[in-house]
T-cell receptor, first 112, second 111 residues
Framework: QKEVEQNSGPLSVPEGAIASLNCTYS??????FFWYRQYSGKSPELIMS????GDKEDGRFTAQLNKASQYVSLLIRDSQPSDSATYLC????????????FGSGTQLTVLP | DTAVSQTPKYLVTQMGNDKSIKCEQN?????MYWYKQDSKKFLKIMFS???????INETVPNRFSPKSPDKAHLNLHINSLELGDSAVYFC??????????FGNGTRLTVT
């Protein structure tokens, strides 16, 4: 059984702070890793993808991957109230998105 | 232009009824999916079709039957609805190794 674990939160940070979201996965053969953001009542939207060890930065978002530790994280710098949402970690066992396993999500609240 | 569209957005029905949810994508993707999201926000894959052929069929009751008339459409038919079927159902699509694009979801409530 492939599992993806996330701290469900809620995680609260003040505006302007760094929000750190963590995810661990059980399948060592996992190749692709994604972070989705889901606002309440809306569909998940992709914000980051990462495929190799290390950091990947996109604007205020940084994804970090450590395959040896089976750990992937998302950092949000200069957090804004508009970042308040549930963040879903998703892991694919092959290079394809066809077999994505999602974590249960971390609810983030950015306090003004 | 809506990339992945599903209808209806809300569906309220009684136990025992049969209902369908429709999904269409105009992205030219070759793979479409149905996901179920429960009240705890847990997203779980139900089915995946690649070019109209079923490639993923997770453990779901056989009351759920997907149908793909062409690679741009994937419909979900549910027979004999039960209370536990209440959830948000998301259609999604992808192309080869690209990430998923989700539809807006159908909130199903079974009373």
């Amino acid at each position: 059984q492939k599992e993806v674990e996330q701290n469900s939160g809620p995680l609260s940070v003040p505006e302007g702070a760094i929000a750190s979201l963590n995810c661990t996965y059980s399948d060592r053969g996992s190749q692709s890793f994604f972070w989705y953001r889901q606002y309440s009542g809306k569909s998940p939207e992709l914000i980051m993808s990462i495929y190799s060890n290390g950091d990947k930065e996109d604007g205020r978002f940084t994804a970090q991957l450590n395959k040896a530790s089976q750990y992937v994280s998302l950092l949000i710098r200069d957090s804004q109230p508009s970042d308040s949402a549930t963040y879903l970690c998703a892991v694919a066992s092959s290079g394809s998105a066809r077999q994505l396993t999602f974590g249960s999500g971390t609810q983030l609240t950015v306090l003004p | 232009d809506t990339a992945v569209s599903q209808t209806p957005k809300y569906l309220v029905t009684q136990m025992g009824n049969d209902k369908s949810i429709k999904c269409e994508q105009n992205l030219g993707h070759d793979t479409m999916y149905w996901y179920k999201q429960d009240s705890k926000k847990f997203l779980k894959i139900m089915f995946s079709y690649n070019n109209k052929e079923l490639i993923i069929n997770e453990t779901v009751p056989n009351r759920f039957s997907p149908k793909s008339p062409d690679k741009a459409h994937l419909n979900l038919h549910i027979n004999s609805l039960e209370l536990g079927d209440s959830a948000v159902y998301f259609c999604a699509s992808s192309q080869q190794n690209s990430p998923l694009h989700f539809g807006n979801g159908t909130r199903l409530t079974v009373t």
